[in-house]
């Protein structure tokens, strides 16, 4: 098994435009954006190191990340590790009665396979796995 990486921290905002201004004052460099119907989000990556920060914003109403910000306002939504084959992780998981989120990989942005584990399983984080499609992220 090889090294797990943080891949990007999620964190939530009402607007890409909004959200990415702070982080562009600090000097980080957007590295583009993405619409991923899949998960209900625009989202927009701000490579920050080895890791990335991953800015979301609902497309509508009936978004996950519109109900999160309904819930709990603007913030870290989830942290995502990065690992090379996410089936067996997530059998390795569920094995050992962990809760999933979905029972196969759902596609993220840049084609990744993603899957989450449910915060009452991972300490109270919403914890996204994802393997990256073969030729990079
Ligand atoms: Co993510």
Known sequence: ??????????????SLEEGTAFYRALGLVEEGR????????RVAF????????????PTG????IARFLERRG????????EVDDIRAAMTRL???GFELLSEEPQVGAHG?????????SAGGVLLELSQPTSGGS
């Open 112 to 120: 990744a396979l993603v899957c989450f584990v449910h915060p009452r």
């Open 46 to 57: 701000l490579p920050a190191g080895r890791t990335r920060l991953e800015l979301l914003e």
């Open 74 to 81: 603007p913030g870290i939504h989830h942290i995502c590790l």
């Open 61 to 64: 109403p009936a978004s996950p």
């Open 34 to 41: 993405e619409e991923v119907p899949e998960q209900g989000v």
């Open 1 to 14: 098994m090889t090294e797990l990486a943080v891949d990007h921290i999620g964190i939530a905002v009402r």
């Open 94 to 96: 569920k094995a050992r």
